[in-house]
């Protein structure tokens, strides 16, 4: 099984709902919404030159009406031709955007799920995905050892990585479990996509435990490298590594490995300080696309929005350079 897109590792939940398109008040949109309405690639085809946020007036209740945001072209470093970079303004009108998102599709109200037949012991989650006793009671004998594993093994081995590079560290640590209603819902799905039992099923979820290092942009390609091999060193086995610096929906790099003692396997992502915070920003967009439950409309307005994001994320230089794996055959040394 290939590389999933970016999952939620070391993000706060914002667990997906079904959402139903309602109408703009009144035919009238802001100037931001209006520009992200369009698949991105019809958008960005006719695009009458780079992204450009010209004027946008603040919804009500804000204090700052008719904030103004600079015009200038962005240099192809993704910073502005002032020498300044652009991520801030960028970042603070994303938060707007995604504000203003939820507010013209609300969450459509939904019964709980009804659990009063489930036998006892099961496990019964959104679309409707079950587990009987027997395969939940394995899998939270499972995700136990697996808490034990990342506590006691993985963890340490990772925070021995990072003390050999002052230059950058590990976020999120205290998000690296995924939950364990997550897990389930991956188990269920795998034993019904590759017919296989639940303890199969689990053992080829990549990101039951997940890592995210986060650099400097001048010193993140040689970083990158570095720790891949000193993860390697550590006796991890690199299983996958998908490059996504070129992708226009997401930025960074994202690897899976195992553990060879116990078999175990986990993610670990490289981040810089604002390819991370574009991740934070459009990780509600991504899993509402994830879920699969947006229009035709919806969806294109999630993805325009993602787009926008990554545009302003700066390129480390030679960060496009680090291979897949195994992909092109080539190790990621």
Not at 46 to 61: K, L, S, Y
Not at 124 to 139: A, C, F, K, Q, T
Not at 258 to 282: M, N, W
């Amino acid at each position: 099984m290939g590389i999933d897109h970016p999952d939620d590792a070391n993000v706060p939940s914002d667990n997906p709902t079904d959402r139903t398109p309602t109408p703009a008040n009144d035919g009238q949109q802001s100037s931001a919404s209006n520009s992200e309405t369009r698949y991105r690639h019809e958008y960005y085809a006719d695009q009458r030159g780079p992204a450009v946020i010209e004027e946008r007036t603040e919804p009500a209740g804000r204090s700052e009406p008719g904030v103004r945001f600079k015009t200038e072209e962005p240099a192809e470093n993704g910073h502005q031709a002032n020498g300044t970079s652009s991520w801030e303004e960028t970042a603070e009108l994303s938060r707007w955007m995604w504000g203003e998102y939820k507010r013209r599709w609300p969450p459509e109200q939904r019964a709980p799920v009804d659990r009063s037949s489930d036998p006892p012991g099961s496990w019964h989650g959104e679309s409707n995905r079950v587990l009987n006793p027997v395969d939940n009671e394995r899998i939270e004998a499972q995700c136990g050892r697996i808490e034990e594993r990342e506590r006691e093994k993985i963890t340490p081995a990772l925070r021995e990585t990072e003390s050999q590079d002052p230059y950058r560290h590990l976020i999120g640590l205290e998000r690296c479990l995924k939950g364990r209603d997550r897990i389930k819902e991956k188990v269920y799905d795998n034993m019904k996509a590759l017919t296989i039992s639940a303890n199969e099923a689990l053992s080829i979820v990549p990101d039951a435990i997940r890592y995210t290092f986060q650099y400097e942009e001048a010193r993140y390609t040689r970083g990158v490298r570095a720790d891949i091999s000193r993860l390697r060193d550590q006796g991890f086995k690199l299983d996958k590594l998908k490059n996504y610096w070129s992708d226009d929906q997401y930025r960074g790099i994202n690897s899976h490995w195992i553990e060879p003692d116990t078999g175990q396997r986990l993610e670990v992502q490289f981040h810089t300080r604002i390819s991370y915070e574009a991740k934070q920003i459009t990780h509600g967009a991504y899993e509402r696309i994830r879920a699969g439950r947006p229009d035709k409309f919806e969806q294109m307005v999630l993805e325009a929005f993602q787009k926008k994001v990554v545009a302003e994320v700066p390129l480390p230089p030679g960060a496009v350079e680090i291979p897949d794996y195994p992909k092109r055959g080539i190790d990621a040394r």
